[in-house]
Every structure is written in C-alpha cells, then in structure tokens.
C-alpha cells in the first residue's frame, strides 16, 4: 500500500477524500483485491454501475420528497401565522368581578371578567324559513 500525504485547502474535499479511501477499505475488506486487480468483465462493471445509478435515484427521489414535505409544512405554518382570527362574536368585558378573599393559592393570574356575547344576527330556523317560503301541505 502507498502512502500519499496531501495538504487540503477545502474541509469538504478533505471530507470526500476521506470516504473515498473508507469505501476502498470496505471493498478490499470484502472481496480481497483492489478494483485495479479485478478482472471483471466490462458488463458485470455496467450492470455494477448501473444498480449503483438505481439506488442513487432513489435516494433522490427520497430527499425530494422529504424536501417538498418540509417545504408544505414551511407553508402552512406560514399560513397560520398570517392569519388574523376574526371571531363572528364580540366578547365586552363588563367589569372586574372582585374576588373573595382566599387564603390558599391563587389560580391562573387572577384576572377574572364577566363577558356578553352579542347574538348572532341571523337567528331566523331552517323552519321558520322553510314555513314563510315553501307550500306544506296539511292533512
């Protein structure tokens, strides 16, 4: 085995380099040659390539589709931080209702109101509707 000492300017080649003689450990380790000593045939080495370019495929599919779900969620919780909540009923405090005096601990902060919730200003029934516009027959 050859020794090589090499100065790297760039962590991320470092890094690349570094799997690069890892694999090569592995695959000596596993089949006992280099791949300049296998003498394999050139289409069991495109039938390796090939199976090699599948599963890279599918690892791409499988971080964009990670990537695009990650994305939609990013969206949506957009969404609902833009939303303003408009409730279709007005909460009016009345007044501060004073407290009983307690000796124990006190719940929640303390701030206790009386609330009127205006009505909703369609209370006319499906029946009452119903009875006003459509001919009911009677018995």
């Known amino acids: 085995m050859r020794k090589q000492e090499i100065e790297f ?3 991320v080649v470092q890094s690349v380099v570094n799997k690069f003689v890892d694999r090569s450990d592995v695959g000596f380790a596993k089949y006992g040659k280099t791949l300049r000593d296998d003498q394999s045939d050139v289409f069991v080495w495109l039938n390796h390539l090939q199976e090699e370019l599948m599963d890279a495929t599918l690892y791409l599919q499988r971080l964009k589709e990670e990537i695009s779900d990650l994305r939609e969620e ?17 909460f009016i405090p009345k007044k501060k209702v004073k407290q009983k005096k307690y000796s124990g601990p006190k719940p929640g902060r303390g701030d206790h109101f009386t609330f009127t919730i205006d009505e909703p ?9 119903a009875s006003s516009h459509l001919e009911i027959p009677t018995d």
């Not at 919780?77 to 007005?90: A, C, G």
Request: zero cysteines; proline letters at 3%; hydrophobic letters at 40%.
């Open 74 to 90: 990013k969206a949506l919780l957009q969404e609902l931080n833009d939303i303003d909540v408009i409730d279709e009923f007005i």
């Open 9 to 11: 300017r760039d962590p």
């Open 121 to 129: 200003k369609y209370q006319r029934t499906l029946s009452a509707y």
